[in-house]
């Protein structure tokens, strides 16, 4: 059973656009929602983060978009740069677990 | 700010044969430790996981006997990987957790297996 799942698999965007990275979630209990950026060769690095108490989080050319209802939560990213080419991985957790669920991954390609 | 070592970087071993990885977390107080295996196909599969209350406590088809782990405290921890065939291989990711939620991970340590 695959709790989060992200979409797409892979993503290309020119230099300067937005990369929308979209994520779901099947767990009504999952309340802290991280996005983590992970290069080739590298572990996973703590992105942008948003709890289910707010429907937007913002850092810099990052956002979170988080819609609770429908169990949808989507990434941003504005002025796309090819340095930002990595592969974007969706994460959830619950108020006192302290595993992580993670989807599949984004694999965003920005071209300049 | 919040830095999570791992030790060494990238190992080769024959089949059959054990490593052990290492794990520090530096400049803050973890909660939790978890480690993950990140296979080719980049999905990451929770191997087992040690919290300030609990013991290590392992998932489902990973055990003590395979991956033994040990850590005197939440801020150093060695996971062995023992009798290490090609269904082993892989990216062994630590994952410290500071305060409630966040959790920071180290760069992994990759396992080939010949």
């Known amino acids: 059973q695959q709790q989060v799942r992200q979409s797409p698999q892979s993503l290309t965007v020119w230099e300067g656009e937005t990369a929308i990275l979209n994520c779901s979630y099947e767990?009504?209990?999952?309340?802290?929602f991280p996005w983590y950026q992970q290069f080739p060769g590298e572990g996973p690095a703590l992105l942008i983060a948003i709890r289910s108490v707010s429907d937007k989080k913002e850092d810099g050319r990052f956002t979170i978009f988080f819609n609770k209802r429908e169990k949808k939560l989507s990434l941003h990213i504005t002025d796309s740069q090819p340095g930002d080419s990595a592969t974007y991985f969706c994460?959830?957790?619950?108020?006192?677990?302290?595993?992580?669920?993670f989807g599949a991954g984004t694999r965003l390609k920005v071209i300049a | 700010g919040a830095l999570v070592y791992q030790y060494p970087r990238r190992t080769i071993c024959k089949s059959g044969t054990s490593m052990r990885m290492e794990c520090q977390a530096v400049g803050f107080q973890a909660t939790s430790v978890a480690w993950y295996r990140q296979s080719p196909q980049k999905t990451f599969e929770l191997i087992a996981l040690s919290t300030v209350n609990s013991a290590i406590k392992y998932e489902q088809n990973f055990t003590q006997e395979k991956f033994p782990i040990s850590h005197p405290n939440l801020s150093f921890s060695s996971m062995t990987v023992l009798n290490a065939y090609l269904e082993d291989r892989g990216l062994y990711l630590c994952?410290?957790?500071?305060?409630?939620?966040?959790?920071?991970f180290g760069p992994g340590t990759r396992l080939t297996v010949l």
């Open positions: 994952g410290a957790r500071l305060g409630g939620y966040e959790q920071y």
């Open positions: 767990n009504s209990a999952f309340d802290y």
């Open positions: 994460a959830a957790s619950a108020a006192g677990n302290y595993k992580y669920v």
